[in-house]
């Protein structure tokens, strides 16, 4: 009999990534950007968030699509407020 799997090196399954990105209005120093990061990085699913604090935007990373209402609420609990995305 044999093995219906076989491990093949480099055919690994290789999760999807999916990124978002949404402006974000309150937030004006380095203090900010780590609440954001935080709370928005314990949404299930996310790998990285990337905050740029001088224009506001935050992007997420993902493997699969995050809900947008999840992630205004994470900014809510942050403290600040998603103007746009
Ligand atoms: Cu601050």
Redo the contacts with the bound molecule.
Sequence with gaps: MKSATVAQPGLERRAMSTTSSYQVSG??????VTSVKEEVGEIPGVRDVDVELSSGRVTVTSEEPIDPGVVHQAVADAGYEIVNG
Excluded: E, R, S
């Design positions: 937030m004006t120093c380095g203090h900010c």
